[in-house]
């Protein structure tokens, strides 16, 4: 896989949301009961083994690290299947792991017999920079009574943090 480009950013990312493939193939887990049809993944869409796919991940994340600002913050999104995976692949391409976030959706997923109603967002650090912090923990109380309150404040910091490239440094 070669370097990636960013499209349309002069600038080196400050902050990435991602969502990669999960090796899983789309046909008969993602479609729901029909009414969408999804087409497969060109990579990583149930064919590759848990040390192709722990690769591949991690080229990825290089390749998002090496387009980010030294101190950037990746949230990359992924089932519980791949835990180990994302892991290991964040560890050869990240200074640290900062948090394991837990996205609590509206809708199960289907089928399975525990349908997962969430998704892991895996909190990353690129380079050992300063990184910007939208959260400011405690600076203005804790205000979150439900995890639905919590996920709307998250949506609103990602939001802020990947509209605006450039902003203060905490």
């Not at 964040?90 to 089928?111: F, H, I, P, Q």
Request: glycine residues 10%.
């Amino acid at each position: 896989m070669e370097d990636a480009e960013v499209v349309g950013c002069p600038q080196a990312l400050p902050a990435l949301f991602t969502d990669p493939p999960w090796n899983v193939p789309i046909n008969g887990h993602v479609s729901g009961l029909g009414k969408v049809k999804h087409r497969e993944f060109a990579m990583a869409s149930g064919e590759m083994t848990e040390d192709q796919f722990t690769a591949f991940l991690a080229t990825a994340f290089r390749n998002l690290a090496g387009h980010s600002a030294d101190g950037a913050i990746h949230f990359i999104c992924m089932d519980w299947r791949h835990i180990g995976e994302v892991i290991a692949a964040g560890r050869d391409a990240y200074s640290e792991l900062k948090n394991l976030c837990v996205w609590a959706k509206t809708n199960g997923g289907m089928g399975s017999l525990y349908r997962s109603q969430h998704e892991l967002v895996f909190v990353f650090k690129a380079g050992n920079g300063t990184h910007i912090n939208n959260v400011e923990l405690g600076k203005h109380g804790r205000r979150y009574a439900s995890p639905t309150a919590a996920s709307a404040a998250a949506t609103a910091i990602t939001k802020k943090t990947i509209i605006w490239p450039s902003g203060p440094r905490r």
